[in-house]
């Protein structure tokens, strides 16, 4: 199966065309403030208005306030929200929206399965590299060993990804999708065309092998 790739962090229009013309499947919006990736709702939608079709726009949030999510979602033409706190799946769920929940993999992940079954409706889980409850978009790989294999739910693998082990990634786990964000970068917030591209040939490469 071909896995899906989600570029996180843009910033910039020019950015969004650039990486879109790298062949990946879905953008990443950040709206949380303490972020250096974070865009403000005009920066989003003049990103957004880049984005060419049949690419996912995919919000993400990190404990917000309900209120706040119910800006962005007016304002904007988000696809799918994405969670990175402690939200409940409550408050997952009350937008009417797709989303994604994050799983912080440091530390004790003995009890994935419950944590998933805690958001039952969730499209999909990313297990990035952050204990349970902090903040993610570390930069750090986990131990790709504790990445399970043939899972029944769809699983993106985040959390260090870059160029030169992104392949060994894709190999190792067969994740539904990977999701980037610093390993592709020139600066936060700013993306390298160059290393976009070479990062989904390295994605293509690896479920080759």
């Not at 309900?66 to 969670?83: G, H, K, S």
């Not at 929940?101 to 990313?126: C, I, N, P, Q, Y």
């Not at 870059?162 to 999701?179: K, T, Y």
Request: proline share 7%; aromatic share 6%; net charge negative.
């Amino acid at each position: 199966m071909r896995t899906r790739i989600k570029i996180c962090g843009i910033t910039d229009p020019e950015d969004a065309r650039q990486v879109a013309a790298a062949g990946i499947d879905a953008i990443g919006l950040v709206f949380h403030p303490a972020s250096p990736r974070h865009v403000t709702a005009d920066q989003a939608a003049a990103v957004i208005n880049a984005v060419p079709p049949f690419i996912s726009v995919v919000g993400l949030f990190l404990n917000p306030g309900a209120d706040a999510v119910r800006d962005v979602l007016r304002r904007l033409p988000i696809d799918q929200l994405q969670f990175h706190g402690t939200e409940s799946a409550a408050f997952c769920r009350q937008f009417g929206r797709r989303y994604v929940k994050a799983l912080g993999m440091a530390g004790d992940v003995t009890e994935l399965d419950a944590r998933v079954a805690e958001h039952g409706d969730a499209s999909g889980f990313l297990l990035d590299s952050h204990a349970p409850g902090e903040q993610g978009g570390t930069g750090r790989v986990f131990d790709w060993g504790s990445f399970p294999r043939d899972y029944p739910r769809p699983l993106v693998l985040a959390g260090g990804l870059r160029c030169d082990n992104v392949a060994a990634a894709v190999r190792q786990c067969r994740p539904f999708a990977v999701d980037v964000s610093s390993g592709v970068e020139r600066e936060p917030g700013r993306k390298c065309p160059e290393q976009v591209s070479q990062f989904v040939s390295e994605v293509r490469r690896g479920e080759d092998d």
